[in-house]
Nanobody
Framework: QVQLVESGGGLVRPGGSLRLSCAAS????????VGWFRQAPGKERESISC????????FYANSVKGRFTISRDSDKHMVYLTMNNLKPEDTATYYC???????????????WGQGTQVTVSS
């Protein structure tokens, strides 16, 4: 089983940027499809981005498209979520998930991190 650890969250002002990282132990992320999710208090978990292990194709939810970028660093075995132009509604706990299957089914991934908090506030 893959243990995932997210990092990079924090408090940022509206319009600011953060880069979240997803690291794995027990395996490398290079061969896994990795998705980013978020959940705000009282709201359902939202799938926001994914990068496929097959062809590197990426997916973005409409709520983050044009502002967030998912990327993979195979040398460092990391997956990043770069978040620009952050808004208060982006406030949530962000999770990464990894599995061997494609982005369409990443919500059912067996490997999840503990989450990192992102707060966007002035």
């Amino acid at each position: 089983q893959v243990q995932l650890v997210e990092s990079g969250g924090g408090l940022v002002r509206p319009g600011g940027s953060l880069r979240l990282s997803c690291a794995a132990s027990g395996a490398t992320l290079d061969t896994y499809t990795v998705g980013w999710f978020r959940q705000a208090p009282g709201k359902e978990r939202e799938s926001i981005s994914c990068i496929s292990n097959s062809d590197g194709s990426t997916f973005y939810a409409n709520s983050v498209k044009g502002r967030f970028t998912i990327s993979r660093d195979s040398d460092k075995h990391m997956v990043y979520l770069t978040m620009n132009n952050l808004k208060p509604e982006d406030t949530a706990t962000y999770y990464c998930a990894a599995d061997e299957y494609d982005c369409q089914v990443i919500a059912g991934a067996t490997n999840w991190g503990q989450g990192t908090q992102v707060t966007v506030s002035s």
